[in-house]
C-alpha cells in the first residue's frame, strides 16, 4: 500500500490537509501511521519534487527538500529501447541534492535530440512536462537493428534562482532487444555541504562537493570523473581536483569572493564505452548571510 504525503504548496507552503501556513524555508511535522509505504512530494512554484517511497518506523526522523544541487536523476528511469524503438521522457532534470528524489519544472522548455552516425535521428520540443505525465516530455525514435552508438542530448532553461540551464548529453551503444530494456544512461549527482537555508556558501570560502553516479541498468563501472566550475554562468571554465569517497567521489569548490553562483559541468565515462556530460548552470549560490 501507498499513501501520498500532503505537498508544500506554492509561495507560503501549506499541507493540504491542515492548510496550516509555513513561510519557506520552514518545517512541517506529519503523523504517519508506521508500516505503510509514504510517497513524499513538495511544489514549489512550478518545481515539482517527489521521492521513491520510504516505509514509515516508530519514531522520530527528519528529511530535507529542495537542496541544491537540482539536475538530473534516473529514479524514475532513464529511457528504455523496445524492439527497435527508444522512448525517453527528457524533463526530469530538476531533482534536488538528495538520493532517491526526482524533479521536474513545469516552466521549463527546452529540447530533445537523438543522433546517430554524425545525423539527427529524432528531435523533440519539451514543455510543460510533469513527473506523473512523462509522454507529455517523450522523444520516440525508431532505429536499426544492429548495434550502433548514438548521442542523447536534452537540454531545458527556466526562471528560476539555481540551475537554470541544465543539459545533459549521453553517449551509448544500442541494438534491438527482445524486450524492454532500460537505456544504459548515468545521472551525476552533487550535494554540497555548508550551504545556508537559501543555499548559499560563504563568500571565499571552500565548499566539500559530494558526488554520486546514478547507472541505469547495463551502464558500466563509471570511472574518474572531470569536474570544472565557472562563476561566470558558463562563459569560463576551470578544472577541479576530484577524489574518490567510499562510493562516489569528493572535490574542494574555491568560492569567489563577491556574490554570485558557482556552476558545475561533470564528464564521466562508464565501463561499458557510454559517457555523459552534464552542465548545470547556477548550481548554488555564493553570498553574505542572510
Known sequence: MS?????????????SSTDE??????????????????????????????DDGEA??????????????????L?????????DELVFAGGGLFADGVAGRAGTDVSATG????????????????????????????????????????????????????????????????????KRRPLPLMAVRCAPDGLDDANRARLGSLTRLPIWVERGRGAGPVKPLRLETSVD?????HAVPVAESGSGWTALVRNPATPGFVSLRVTAQDGSGGGLTQTIVRAYAVGPAG
Open 3 to 15: 499513501l501520498f504525503a500532503p505537498r508544500l504548496g506554492t509561495g507560503p507552503a501549506y499541507t
Open 21 to 50: 501556513m509555513i513561510k519557506l524555508p520552514g518545517t512541517l511535522t506529519f503523523y504517519r501511521t508506521p508500516g505503510l509505504v509514504w510517497d513524499s512530494g513538495l511544489e514549489i512554484d512550478t518545481h515539482v519534487l517527489v
Open 56 to 73: 514509515v518506523r516508530p519514531g522520530h526522523t527528519s528529511e530535507t527538500w529542495n537542496t541544491a544541487v537540482a539536475g538530473p536523476s
Open 75 to 83: 529514479s524514475r528511469g532513464g529511457g528504455s529501447r523496445t524492439g
Open 111 to 178: 529540447t530533445v535530440t537523438l543522433a546517430g552516425d554524425g545525423k539527427v535521428l529524432a528531435t523533440s520540443e519539451i514543455t510543460d512536462c510533469l513527473i506523473a505525465l512523462p509522454e507529455r516530455c517523450e522523444l520516440r525514435a525508431e532505429l536499426p537493428a544492429e548495434a550502433a552508438s548514438y548521442t542523447l542530448r536534452t537540454s531545458m532553461s527556466r526562471q528560476s534562482v539555481l540551475s537554470t540551464k541544465v543539459e545533459a548529453a549521453w553517449t551509448f551503444r544500442s541494438s534491438r532487444t527482445a
Open 233 to 237: 554562468d558558463g562563459v569560463t571554465w
